[in-house]
């Protein structure tokens, strides 16, 4: 089983809409969890940390899940920005120790 | 300001040649992570240094990889033998400590052929 888990998707979905991604994670020991975006043919960016008591930032809103061991991340009034694909990433230190990352879920928003 | 810089950008070559690749880390950094992404298996952890000490390096697929960090502002992965399998986007990227988020180099892409 992998550590990090992900549905590879594609997710189509029409500018407007809202969708959601969700991650499993093996590794209980895990600390810290983030949502990375890659973007075609260029380097992983964070795009934001996942807290307990859930963050948003803007139209994205992060669930941690402890006990079932799942994150979420939800993508309200998709742009067209917005398509890329979106990498789960757990790790048992902090944001710049050793990571593992999920193979990431492909959003497509159309017009 | 600088980000973790890598070269070469592309690197195409024959199996069986020795392959090295660069990184630069953003000045400071005291973390380095090498990562290799396939479609088929994502981004994977190679091997990261904590002030130029290999930490964990259980990622390296065999001996026929090998990583240096000489100094704070360069490391290398070199293969050798190379083989088509190895065809892959190589990251390096760094980080201040490690609560603060990793910065990414823009990859190598290495095909084999």
């Known amino acids: 089983r992998k550590e990090v888990e992900q549905d590879p998707g594609p997710f189509n979905v029409p500018e407007g809409a809202t969708v959601a991604f969700n991650c499993t994670y093996s590794n209980s020991a895990s600390q810290s969890f983030f949502w990375y975006r890659q973007d075609c043919r260029k380097e992983p960016k964070l795009l934001m940390s996942v807290y307990s008591s859930g963050n948003e930032d803007g139209r994205f809103t992060a669930q941690l899940n402890r006990a079932s061991q799942y994150i979420s991340l939800l993508i309200r009034d998709s742009k067209l920005s917005d398509s890329a694909t979106y990498l789960c990433?757990?790790?048992?230190?902090?944001?710049?120790?050793?990571?593992?990352f999920g193979t990431g879920t492909r959003l497509a928003v159309r017009p | 300001d600088a980000g973790v810089i890598q070269s070469p950008r592309h690197e195409v070559t024959e199996m069986g040649q020795e392959v090295t690749l660069r990184c630069k880390p953003i000045?400071?950094?005291?973390?380095l992570f090498w990562y290799r992404q396939t479609m088929m298996r994502g981004l994977e952890l190679l091997i990261y240094f904590n002030n130029n000490v290999p930490i964990d390096d259980s990622g390296m697929p065999e001996d026929r990889f090998s990583a240096k960090m000489p100094n704070a502002s360069f490391s290398t992965l070199k293969i050798q033998p190379s083989e088509p399998r190895d065809s892959a986007v190589y990251f390096c990227?760094?980080?201040?400590?490690?609560?603060?988020?990793?910065?990414f180099g823009d990859g190598t892409r290495l095909s084999i052929l």
């Open positions: 990227a760094s980080s201040l400590n490690s609560n603060q988020p990793q910065h």
């Open positions: 990433v757990v790790t048992r230190g902090g944001s710049g120790d050793k990571l593992t």
């Open positions: 000045s400071g950094h005291d973390y």
